[in-house]
């Protein structure tokens, strides 16, 4: 017994923080959550008003151009988005608060009252 408890606990703390389902998503798609682990966390994440804006880490450079952001149509107008940084900030000005990035839904392709979840993980 204590052998399958004990097998239990590895096998959770293996899985923690890889993937995140949401519970009430009926269309999740394997294939959106092979790469979840290459979207990075951010600092914070706002949709709102037609567009998607995340608080990202910086050392002062970063812009948008440091980003690339996929963007899945699962189904009935729900879109699943994640955002990873494709270009390392080599400047020396840290600024702690973060930056915020941000697109448009035309930009991404979104309709305007289409539902989006974000599947970058969020946290400082």
Known sequence: MKLKIA???????????CIIIDADDDG????????????????GADVS?????FIVSSNGCSD???F??????DYDDVFKIGVRRTR??????????????????AELGIPQNAEVIIHNKVRR
């Open 7 to 17: 097998t239990g606990l590895i096998a959770l703390s293996m899985l923690g923080g």
């Open 28 to 43: 999740f798609r394997a294939d959106f959550a092979t790469d979840w682990h290459h979207y990075g966390t951010v600092y």
């Open 49 to 53: 008003g037609g567009s998607v804006a």
């Open 64 to 66: 948008r151009s440091f």
């Open 68 to 73: 690339e952001v996929d963007v899945v149509d």
């Open 88 to 105: 390392q900030d080599h400047c020396e000005a840290v600024v702690p608060e973060g930056i915020e990035i941000g697109w448009t839904y």
